[in-house]
């Protein structure tokens, strides 16, 4: 799933970790891959990767399905594509229930990268 922020990936992660505070997620991190790259003596366009979660609503998927802790916490890529502000990605719930055989009941904590981008798309 893909959206457009009307603002820079500095400025999008700040306000995507705001949200996500506020809708009580903690963020775990934020890896810049074009830092990153930078130290290798590479460059790559900005792009920024927020990694957020909630123990309540992900432990139980856990339980579950164990496999889908490879996919949790939650995350959101920021990255720059050249054109006016940013785009946010994040995996579509429906593709991770689907693999992980997930029951209607079991869906709404994966919608949670959706709500939080939400907040800031268009922005």
Do not use: C
Not at 51 to 71: C, K, S, V, W
Not at 77 to 84: A, E, K, L, N, S
Not at 92 to 121: H, I, K, M
Request: charged share 20%; proline share 7%.
């Amino acid at each position: 799933m893909t959206r457009r922020s009307a603002h820079d990936v500095a400025e999008t992660i700040s306000a995507l970790r705001a949200e996500a505070q506020r809708v009580e997620a903690a963020v775990v991190a934020v890896v810049d891959h074009a830092a990153a790259a930078r130290k290798a003596g590479l460059s790559m366009p900005d792009t920024q990767v927020i990694i957020f979660g909630n123990p309540q609503a992900g432990t139980p998927l856990m339980l579950a399905r164990p496999e889908i802790a490879i996919d949790l916490p939650m995350r959101l890529m920021v990255r720059d594509d050249g054109q006016p502000g940013s785009l946010i990605t994040w995996q579509d719930p429906a593709y991770l229930a689907q693999r992980y055989g997930l029951g209607e009941d079991q869906l709404a904590p994966l919608n949670a990268p959706a709500t939080v981008a939400s907040a800031v798309e268009g922005r």
